[in-house]
């Protein structure tokens, strides 16, 4: 639920469901540089780090974000470090038009609020992660109750902003119950502070293992704390499924296994981070398999009780068109055109009962208009979404495989027509071998990402994932003056994309089927002739119209392209170490949501690796481990008439 702001004469905010100020007398910016930066030491304690992670209790109008943001932007490069982690819980987020009215009295940070600003939209309950200047400034808003959220994280702070309204106004932010919670995110030498000398404050803090001091307050205020967390007993941590399992304390050398979305982002998030990262690609060009698919629907999942799916799909779209607009050209390679989604079962739109004002950004009930441009009946069932549109993946591996551009990034090297064949374990390195066991490259991690043929290469060792392939056939052709199809992507049962510029003019695409258990993405005549049957068969259910009008290219003789997707037996992404040995990870089996989850399953995987704050809930982080596979659960699963994703 969003905040209401009231705003006083003086042009100060007020907070209406908490009757208190979100400044103090003597102005949020003073107070945010030195009570809270210049507090914890910053950005004096930064140097020489290779990553910073703070952790704040109340976003609010996100004033101590953009100071520390413009401090780490004013240090040196080669002081400041490379990462910085800014994580918030927020109960009741402002909207973006207030945050921005309330920097206007700041004219140093109005830039760099109307980057957040412009980013600062679709926050439902959950974790939201933000990136700026190029991925190295990682703000990761958390949305709802901050004793629950704050169980979802696993991390290290660095610095913690204990921040909020008052005691007396919002007791829970101050209580023991969020004070333990804060504190089981520190590691010895963190370092606290806040406006407030409450003694209930101190006394908490203390029990929980800080150090607590008074310290010269900002006027007009006598007094501010600050803290050191120091506890006289040994922290004990209870590691989940998702700690970091390989804590690194330096980037070092990585090998990826495959070329395509999933080895794309991994490598780009681990080069980004520092790493040294060599990508070895069977085929004779990146994207070569099923990443290679002409044009692909970029749309969140939607469901009414807001699913496992439709979560993981919304932090990996808001991710996507992230990198969309800083690495490619767009209407070119891809257009934010929104989404519409025919539920052509006809069983409403599919939404929750209630969505929030947020949940609206995502998706929300299609309009009259929207349905009237696809030619749909106005009693269709069909959902709009806002926050969606087309990408070329082809050209998002191709930017991912592009050196970052950022001061102390690593390198990303890749080798075509590099099959490995065998992984082998060689004192602290992983070798990587051909077919003759000849070494191919040495490397002290390995991350497998290439698809169906993770299960093969994993299996010579032997470590079995239950992956089941998934051919897809698309259907294609280029359009005619006359086509009059839907200016964007219409999905549901099948899916069509139209308008998609290429070298010979607009291209439409139409698809894709889903044949388990092929292994073989090329199929026969007979195979290829049904699938484009069955193509054109979910148009006529999806876009009747559209159908009739490409009926007659179907009967002539359409374009048609196939690959092999991979999915495990409940069909989300596998991304975690594998087996015993140190050192070797997965990421794979993004089944048909490759476009949606690649970026945030390379996200997951690198903080995880590097024991950096976490860019998803962890119970969400959870369900895509690769511990999973140990689970008695999991061996009571099938790849048996699974839930067809699309």
């Known amino acids: ?4 702001i009231d705003w006083l004469p003086d042009g100060t905010p007020y907070s209406t469901r908490f009757q208190d100020r979100y400044r103090s007398e003597s102005g949020g910016l003073e107070q945010a540089r030195r009570v809270f930066l210049h507090g914890c030491g910053l950005p004096q304690a930064w140097a020489g780090a290779a990553q910073w992670r703070i952790l704040e209790t109340g976003f609010g109008l996100g004033l101590n974000f953009l100071v520390a943001w413009a401090a780490w932007r004013a240090d040196l490069p080669e002081h400041r470090p490379r990462l910085l982690h800014f994580v918030s819980v927020e109960a009741y987020p402002v909207t973006a038009d207030d945050l921005l009215r309330a920097a206007q009295t700041h004219p140093e940070l109005l830039p760099l609020a109307t980057e957040l600003h412009g980013k600062f939209h679709g926050l439902t309950p959950g974790f939201h992660r933000l990136a700026f200047d190029g991925g190295q400034v990682l703000l990761t808003l958390c949305i709802g109750d901050a004793r629950a959220l704050l169980r979802e994280m696993h991390f290290s702070a660095d610095s913690i902003f204990l921040d909020g309204f008052s005691p007396q106004q919002n007791p829970d932010i101050w209580d023991a119950h969020t004070l333990k ?5 520190c590691r010895r030498g963190t370092r606290l502070a806040t406006w407030t000398i409450a003694r209930s404050v101190r006394d908490i803090l203390a029990q929980c293992g800080f150090e607590v001091h008074k310290m010269p307050g900002v006027p007009p205020k006598r007094d501010n704390l600050q803290a050191l967390f120091n506890p006289r007993w040994e922290p004990r941590r ?4 998702s700690a970091p399992v390989q804590a690194s304390p330096a980037p070092g050398r990585c090998l990826v296994v495959g070329a395509g979305l999933a080895g794309a982002a991994v490598a780009h998030s681990l080069a980004r981070r520092g790493w040294q990262v060599q990508v070895c690609e069977a085929g004779a060009q990146a994207a070569a398999g099923a990443s290679g698919l002409p044009a692909g629907v970029l749309a969140s999942h939607v469901s009414p009780d807001d699913s496992v799916l439709s979560r993981l799909t919304r932090a990996g779209v808001r991710l996507v068109l992230e990198h969309a607009q800083r ?8 257009a934010p055109t929104g989404v519409l989604e025919h539920r052509v079962d006809g069983h409403g739109h599919g939404l929750p009962a209630r969505p929030d004002a947020a949940a609206l950004d995502w998706s929300q ?3 009259p208009a929207h349905l009237a441009q696809a030619q749909l009946p106005a009693d269709a069932a069909a959902c709009w979404h806002a926050l969606a549109g087309w990408v070329k993946p082809a050209r998002l591996v191709q930017a991912l495989l592009q050196p970052p551009a950022t001061p102390g990034a690593g390198s990303i090297t890749l080798h075509l ?10 004192g602290e390195d992983w070798l990587a071998l051909d077919t003759s066991g000849q070494p191919l490259a040495r490397a002290d991690l390995v991350v497998v990402a290439a698809g169906y ?5 994993l299996g010579a060792m032997p470590l079995d994932l239950p992956l089941q392939a998934l051919r897809g056939q698309l259907s294609w052709g280029l359009q005619s003056p006359a086509d009059t199809l839907p200016p964007f992507p219409v999905n549901g049962h099948g899916s069509l994309i139209a308008h998609i510029p290429t070298p010979d003019g607009p291209a439409w695409y139409a698809g894709a089927t889903y044949e388990r258990d092929c292994a073989d993405p090329e199929p026969d005549a007979e195979a290829r002739a049904r699938n484009q049957a ?7 259910d999806l876009l009747p119209d559209a159908a009739r009008q490409l009926q007659p290219h179907f009967h002539a003789g359409v374009h048609h392209w196939s690959q092999i997707r991979c999915a495990a037996p409940d069909r989300l992404p596998l991304v975690g170490p594998i087996g015993p040995l140190p050192g070797l990870w997965a990421c794979t089996a993004m089944g048909s949501r490759g476009i949606s989850l690649s970026l945030l399953c390379a996200e997951l995987l690198a903080a995880r690796l590097m024991g950096e704050p976490l860019p998803l809930a962890q119970r969400l982080a959870l369900a895509l481990g690769t511990e999973r596979l140990a689970t008695k659960a999991w061996a009571a699963q099938t790849a048996s008439d699974p839930v067809e994703l699309i």
């Open 238 to 241: 209870t590691p989940g499924a």
């Open 417 to 426: 027509n590099t099959p490995v064949a065998r992984l082998q374990r060689q």
């Open 181 to 185: 919670a804060v504190a089981r995110c």
């Open 1 to 4: 639920m969003a905040e209401t």
């Open 534 to 540: 069955a193509n054109l068969n979910h148009l006529r």
């Open 327 to 334: 690495l490619l050209h767009a209407e070119q390679d891809w």
């Open 453 to 457: 043929a993770s299960r093969h290469l």
């Open 365 to 367: 009930p299609a309009t």
